[in-house]
């Protein structure tokens, strides 16, 4: 078959003009969050609290499912405000709306989509947030009380937002008034976020340890997302954890009630030992936990950690039999190297470490770092 | 002065939680496009296409004005559909608004808005913005040729927007119109859109150059943009480059319709090149343009770019006196070496080499690239 | 207890010197190159042709252990050249020392260090790999016949290295020469590189089918391999890949005679269908594999892709039932959408689907790309 | 013209080969260090501390030039140990022939590089880094005070070296002895490494002030500098800023021995107001000092920051006129929003505002940070 030079070089042309710069870039994926399960619970990565242009947000509901699944998180609240509507003479005011059309998409994405409010007073109480209200419009009554009343009858789980948020401190002061008392005794209140935005509040922290509150950490978003976060690799939107029974609504709702939460910010965890202890567990791996050591010889042991999470450790005692490194990196997603030395006088034979370490940014209490073990058999001869 | 240690260490724990994680990453910042000025105009980095949530768009108006100034452009041009408004259940259907909203953050930042519309019609002729419009409202009407005939009586500069989008096409092939020779003929059209997103139309470049029309690269984005760019180091969105007399609306206005502009899409140039062999000579920069060579020694010739564009060159004849590298890419804000080698046979003394090049992704016509020389004076030695 | 504030405040600033930029970044950390195993098979990382300083190389053995181990790599080859030893005035011309060097810290890393030699001759037959070679100064003999029959008297595995370097070809043309077939036939050439740091030579492949060699893909790294890779994200090293039955330097061996290799360069996998399908299998997974379709409706099919390898698709014929996209990227670590599509005339009911794709940066022969096929149950309704 | 069809597909296989992952990476490139020049003076970019294979190091000698060149850097010392040989039974024991062969790089790629030597004793007086020696030969011999008045004799510069390396401290104390005061008063000791790696010194930041010592910060980089820097974005080696009358050898003598240096590592900038505060002036500008604030409104100022040092500034007291921000940080290349707020009661007109502000990361003593002030004419109005 002959055919023409020209139109093999138009084709050459066109050719070139398609490959030039490669493939397109893959604009839409999802990447995951790697922090594992625990034993009996999927960990599901929430973020309970953001705003649509329906209140004071800059984004359409659909633009929060898309960047809630592009992030790798199970779900989330859309939760706009009840009574602060600044876009109210251009955007329909109906308190129903933002939600309703973000689960079109969530079901497309398979992204759970929790309907919220915001209940916006002044303090006390502050803000409140109710979510798996079943009817934001009832909720725009004159008296908080009663607001949060009628959540509290739709089912909803009431959360304090943000309770250091300085703008409505006296005396920049983080306070537990007398209605938050009311709240939880009349159980209108059963989560406090000690983590909004890239603020921890440790209070609040203090708080929900003292008064058995659930504790959250989310974004109470308004601009698209990636116009506060990702300004550095790893960094992300602050996260709640909800260790639930599976993946589903239902089960977030329970988990919620039931205290089943911890909070990602930053490079730290903040939760309950009996969250974070097998999270750091079920993420780290040493690859040679048995080692030989030669008189003072140094041995590398390898450790993994399979998480996002970069865990810092430090020894909390000197072990007497070895010696080893002031502190410990153990980076997100790689295997470090722990430099294990021999000291001068050793018994020889076989011995079981547990090294003692503190993870300093996983935290179990405000300034209380989450202690763990590193086992060790390590064979000391001359 | 003594002090008790319990408070000491408070003050600690605070300064240790305050500082542990260091500054909080700014989030709020411009980036400079590297794209130098030539000689008598500003290189103006401006999109003139995008939507917001009036019409199709996922982002409140002043989302694309912060998206603007983060990115370093000086001007956009808010283009909402005049025909097609999916959210108007929702949201105002005035059709100047998200104009007006954009345009005092504009002001706020420093960032040209200019008043648009998007005439959303079947092709032919397809979709007609028009920009520098006074009142979107009018443009409201049956015919499209009484909306572009009411933008051209505002004084509006009208586009042909994405020629070649494959859902207006009739068997994928992008056509001109008798349509669109009767808005050229009435001056209803001044621009055409060589660049819609991530396509490139080489037929519609060719247009432009035989009709003489203004090209435009835009990125008619509807989501926030992170969603759609930046998914690599260095990606961007398209950007329309207008050479104008100073930074002000006028003086882009008047570079529209003077066709003073080029194109700028992922890394290439696309332009005239009156526009493109200033920029590449503005940006290049020999560091040693006087060498010595001895024999058939090798030497380094140090070549600084300091633009955001990796200027890919190769060499379009074989020079007589030195071999040269088959091809040479001038990586952006860097510098780059050009190994230059002797032959076997040299004369002596000193040579004036004007090495011709073509700079392969910077296109002045529609898979022709631009030419330019690297001017050497080499003493060659033996 | 009371301490003096001077006291106080100097362990402040001593605090705030130490936490100011935050713990000291991992240096030293190990970054795992996600390619799945096979059934029967690990899949081990290895570069089996590489330089020190005790040849023209420019960094000491230890430092091409420490390399690999951070890059995630099981084994390496040192193979310095027999002949070519510019450093012979300041350095050592043992040809066994810089293995043995390494030896000591791929075993304190775990990195299986193999030693090997480059018989180093002009064209034909060009470079000679020999690796797990057992006495590489026996290799320094005036004839390149003796050499190698020498190394395969010792066991070595025997690679024609870079056949398409074109430094040793006549006329830019990669030939095959009476003296490989000498080399085959005696059995001293087993194995021959397809890819030598970024180069590939579709011709060498073809031999390679052709005449039962393994293929391999190599670095022949000098300089410190940062200085010549990671260049950009996900830039890596030209890597073999083994599939052997455990991770011993035996059992890479064993493999190679075997003719059990593939190739990862860039972001390509070249190599049988036998190895490569099953790669592409264990790392891809359909996450909803069944969905319903209502009419002319889209569905999101989520597809994620634990590997590091971008995988370029694109459907091999029209499948008559549903509407697919022009082409697929199924990026690394991430979960990507499929977005498929009714048809105006459907038939009601659940029909099983096999799209036939082709995986572009997959191949099986040069020019011939991997075909697979991803399986969809698809419920259709009105 | 007809041409086989074949053919044309051989070509077009041909060039998609060759155009299918875009053109070859730029991998040898020079990233310029953006530190500004100051008046009188340019801003050399030096490392002055660093060892090759010669001695312990893992590189051969030019691989220093090249990661001089690529980094930016104007100038290395290559400076191997005298006293510390540990390869020299594969590698010469020529003191002279690191630098040597670093020298020939150095002309090629435009380094200045200097011929030093470390002389490497136990403390005290620790290690004594002697630059511009002519011969280190000469340098091995017995007594330290013979070798340090050899290189004197020689014209050596001559600094102390890590005087906090935590391996030579007795009790973890960083302890200026007696023989430090030895070699200061016998002019055999003219500067001091307040910077070692990643270890800043306070205590030889103060007596660098005191005893009038030339300050220094130096890699001392043994493996190729990849392996210890650039784990992350901005990460760099440290550097000794050298304020030279030219970029000459002889002009960064003089300028060592008149104490023209200043320190950058990590994000901080170390050294006398003098030479900070013209590169802080001199990499900052502001957009729009002219601005207009009416009532309690807010009024952003842009401030443009072309170093690549993110710039942490603090106000050290409450201007009674406007509202500013507790903390702003002035990203490298990129402008930033000072966000400038009315106060309630405002006097009308214009005033002139010299706003006092605090450069934390730039240090001027220990724990001492530059002064500066930010200009503004605001015009208050109702």
């Known amino acids: 078959m002959k055919i023409d030079l020209k139109i093999c070089l138009l084709i050459?042309?066109?050719?070139?003009?398609?490959?030039?710069?490669g493939r397109e870039p893959v604009t839409r994926a999802r990447t995951a969050i790697n922090i594992p399960d625990i034993s009996g619970y999927v960990t599901l990565k929430c973020?309970?609290?953001?705003?649509?242009?329906?209140s004071d947000g800059g984004v359409w509901p659909?633009?929060?499912v898309e960047e809630a699944w592009r992030e790798g998180l199970d779900a989330i609240a859309i939760s706009d405000h009840i009574e602060y509507l600044p876009h109210k003479n251009d955007v329909s005011t109906n308190l129903n709306r933002s939600a309703?059309?973000?689960?079109?998409t969530g079901k497309e994405l398979d992204i759970i989509v929790i309907r919220g409010s915001e209940i916006t007073r002044k303090m006390p109480p502050g803000h409140l947030n109710a979510i798996f209200v079943t009817n934001s419009a009832k909720?725009?009554?004159?008296?908080w009380r009663d607001a949060a009343r009628e959540a509290h009858e739709q089912g909803a789980f009431i959360t304090w937002n943000h309770p250091g948020w300085l703008?409505?401190?006296?005396?920049?002061?983080?306070?537990?008034?007398?209605e938050h008392t009311e709240l939880l005794e009349k159980h209108l209140m059963q989560g406090i976020e000690i983590v909004n935005g890239r603020d921890y509040y440790p209070e609040a922290h203090r708080w929900a340890l003292e008064k058995k509150l659930a504790i959250l950490s989310n974004s109470d978003v308004h601009l698209p997302l990636s116009l506060d976060y990702f300004v550095k690799e790893g960094d992300h939107r602050p996260i709640t954890l909800v260790f639930a029974k599976e993946r589903t609504a239902d089960a977030i709702k329970d988990a919620l009630f039931d205290r089943r939460t911890a909070v990602y910010t930053g490079n730290r965890l903040i939760g309950e030992e009996q969250f974070l202890l097998p999270i750091f567990k079920n993420s780290v791996h040493v690859l040679n936990p048995q080692i030989t050591i030669k008189g003072k010889q140094r041995v590398y042991v390898q450790i993994a950690n399979d998480s996002d999470i970069n865990y810092e450790l430090e020894p909390e005692i000197d072990?007497?039999?070895?010696k080893l490194p002031k502190d410990l990196t153990l980076a997100a997603r790689k295997?470090?190297?722990?430099?294990?030395r021999g000291k001068a006088v050793v018994t020889e034979g076989t011995k079981n470490l547990e090294l003692p370490y503190k993870v300093t940014n996983l935290l179990i209490a405000p300034a209380e770092s989450l202690r763990t073990r590193i086992s060790l058999e390590v064979n000391f001869t001359h």
């Not at 050459?12 to 710069?21: G, N």
């Not at 703008?167 to 007398?178: G, K």
Request: proline content about 4%; glycine content about 4%; charged content about 20%.
């Open 12 to 21: 050459l042309v066109f050719l070139s003009d398609a490959v030039a710069e």
């Open 139 to 143: 909720l725009a009554v004159a008296e």
């Open 62 to 64: 659909t633009v929060r």
């Open 319 to 322: 072990p007497g039999e070895v």
């Open 335 to 340: 295997t470090v190297l722990m430099e294990v």
């Open 100 to 104: 309703e059309i973000a689960s079109g």
């Open 167 to 178: 703008a409505q401190l006296t005396n920049d002061v983080t306070e537990w008034h007398p």
């Open 47 to 54: 973020d309970l609290h953001m705003h649509t242009m329906f």
